[in-house]
């Protein structure tokens, strides 16, 4: 199985400041036949089923306010929130989709600070 | 639209058999894979396993391998998941999820509402 790693596991911000979640894949998750990465980002909101923020590491899920953004290759992975909203309290996840079992990260928790 | 909609709480024994259900609706349900996901109590999820419903061909979890199974009935447009021996630990949330499609496999993009399964003495 790809183990999939994240730091921090919580992260406290000020309203209107960036923050970074990191995500580290045990193998290479780059598919070098279509040059795509194989990784998502999901928020995951109290009570609700998580939502796909994030795929092929940095392509935005229609919808998505542009202030989210992904970026990394091969085995590391970021996620941006270029400036905190309220609404962005959550539980991030990453997920790797490159091979079964498409596995998950521990998650960071993201509070306003 | 597209919906994943999920069957209601369960509430159930050790030892007893417990079928789930997640009906697609607004696509066509029997070309996308549809996975199942699980999330104990305060963790993160687990992916378990995921399902072509065209031809049923299934992938499983090493992790939930023989401890679960997964199919799915295309004529109604709806996926499972059973266990035949209900043990304390099965006790978490279930989320059935869409795989997207663009030229190739995507992410998971639509999910299911979660159905709570309780295993209590």
């Known amino acids: 199985d790809i183990v999939m790693t994240q730091s921090p596991d919580s992260l406290a911000v000020s309203l209107g400041e960036g923050a970074t979640i990191n995500c580290k894949s045990s193998?290479?998750?780059?598919?070098?036949?279509?040059?795509?990465?194989?990784i998502a980002w999901y928020q995951q909101k109290a009570g609700q089923p998580p939502k796909l923020l994030i795929y092929w590491a940095s392509t935005r899920e229609s919808g998505v306010p542009d202030r989210f953004s992904g970026s990394g290759s091969g085995t590391d992975f970021t996620l941006t929130i270029s400036s905190l909203q309220a609404a962005d309290v959550a539980v991030y996840y990453c997920?790797?989709?490159?091979?079964?079992?498409?596995?998950f990260g521990q998650g960071t928790k993201l509070e306003i600070k | 639209e597209v919906q994943l909609v999920q069957s209601g709480a369960e509430v159930k024994k050790p030892g007893e058999t417990l079928k789930i259900s997640c009906k697609g609706s607004?696509?066509?349900?029997?070309?996308?894979?549809i996975g199942w996901v699980r999330q104990m109590p305060g963790k993160g999820p687990e992916w378990m396993g995921i399902?072509?419903?065209?031809?049923?061909?299934?992938r499983y979890s090493p992790s939930f391998q023989g401890q679960v199974t997964i199919s799915a009935d295309k004529s109604i447009s709806t996926a499972y998941l059973q266990w035949s021996s209900l043990k304390a630990s099965d006790t978490a949330m279930y989320y059935c999820?869409?795989?997207?499609?663009?030229?190739?496999?995507?992410?998971?993009?639509?999910w299911g509402q979660g159905t709570p399964v309780t295993v209590s003495p």
């Open positions: 997920q790797q989709y490159y091979s079964v079992p498409h596995t």
């Open positions: 999820a869409r795989r997207g499609v663009e030229d190739v496999l995507t992410a998971y993009d639509y």
């Open positions: 399902i072509f419903p065209y031809d049923s061909d299934t």
């Open positions: 607004g696509y066509s349900f029997s070309t996308y894979w």
């Open positions: 193998q290479s998750v780059l598919y070098t036949s279509n040059k795509k990465n194989y």
